[in-house]
């Protein structure tokens, strides 16, 4: 009987529909911690990456020099000093155009490290609205395998002529799994949506921030240099 009773005993007297329920719990649970080991690495890369452009940004160094070094790895830049690598990219390119005007040259520039920013917002958020689908049906999907294995239960019963709390007990004991599994899978899930969506979007706030800052540099520099 004690046997019977441990997960395995229970899982593999199941009926098929529960095992299904059960089998897929189980896959959306691997999904989803795939999803957060693999997010916290690219939330905690995309955060030191940004603290250490913002050190070389605001150090003094020339943008020119800075925008130089960034180019000879643009393959492999990412967040903030793609924003920043990009904006300078297309000021340069729109300064050197005859008819240009101060306005235009420094909206180009913002425009262009927009379209990055959106970009990098996406990369992100990757992975975000699947943690969050599985966090929100999880739940469901086990307590469908509840009910459906209460109700063979049940139905087993009504087919004896006397029912004992050792018939009854595994069957109950089968279908509350997959409502345990349920949960199992779906509160890490939301727990990491919940914290990885807070830090995306301090993420994204600093990246605006700072392209902003840099409009604002840029348009100096367009000033300055039109007088």
């Not at 990219?89 to 101060?102: A, C, I």
Request: glycine share 8%.
């Amino acid at each position: 009987m004690q046997a019977e009773m441990s997960f395995l005993g229970l899982f593999l007297q199941a009926s098929l529909l529960v095992k299904f329920v059960m089998l897929l719990l189980l896959a959306m649970s691997v999904y989803s911690w795939t999803i957060i080991f693999s997010r916290s690495r690219v939330l905690k890369a995309a955060h030191e990456a940004l603290e250490h452009f913002e050190k070389r940004f605001w150090s003094g160094h020339d943008l020119s020099r800075l925008y130089q070094e960034t180019a000879a790895r643009s393959e492999r830049i990412g967040g903030g000093e793609k924003i920043f690598f990009q904006g300078f990219k297309e000021f340069s390119r729109l300064h050197t155009m005859p008819g240009r005007n101060v306005d235009s040259v420094t909206e180009g520039a913002h425009r262009s490290m927009r379209v990055v920013l959106s970009r990098e917002v996406e990369e992100l958020e990757e992975g975000l609205s699947a943690l969050a689908t599985i966090g929100s049906i999880s739940p469901y999907i086990g307590l469908f395998g509840t009910v459906w294995g209460i109700m063979n239960a049940f139905m087993a019963l009504g087919q004896v002529q006397q029912a004992s709390l050792n018939m009854v007990a595994p069957g109950i004991a089968e279908a509350l799994i997959a409502t345990a599994m349920g949960l199992f899978a779906a509160i890490p899930a939301v727990m990491a949506y919940n914290r990885y969506t807070a830090k995306m979007m301090r993420l994204e706030t600093a990246y605006i921030n700072l392209m902003e800052e840099f409009t604002s540099i840029l348009h100096r520099q367009a000033m300055n240099e039109s007088e």
